[in-house]
């Protein structure tokens, strides 16, 4: 070890180049050491978006058909309540030809016929008021 090229690997160290001054390399390792990839793609997540908002829209139009329901379950209300009205109206004529044979003459079918009437009011009210719930 008389001679400093027998250093092995080293090599001359008078000789060598790129050797910075004061201690610092002139090419900084690592800045070119790779190359970063940023090219994700994230098709997954856009899936499981069209996804959710393929449901919301179901979800919309479950919604739609509900209040359309309603709506029916309203109509079928008001139309209860019509024929109960119709059917009060048709029981007090009844009721009023009825007393109007009763005063006059004997009693008569008008009379059962009045009292059918009647009855008949009163289920179409109570049909009416189940409508309305």
Known sequence: MSNQKELGELGDLKNAKNLGSKGNVQNPLGANVGKSETDAKVEGTK???????????KGKTEGQLGKTEGQLGKNEGQLGKTEGQAGKTEGQLGKTEGQLENKGQSFTSKESSGQAGKTEGALGKTEGELGKK
Do not use: D, F, Q, R
Request: no cysteine; aromatic share 0%.
């Open 47 to 57: 899936a499981e978006g069209n996804l959710g908002k393929t449901e919301g829209e």
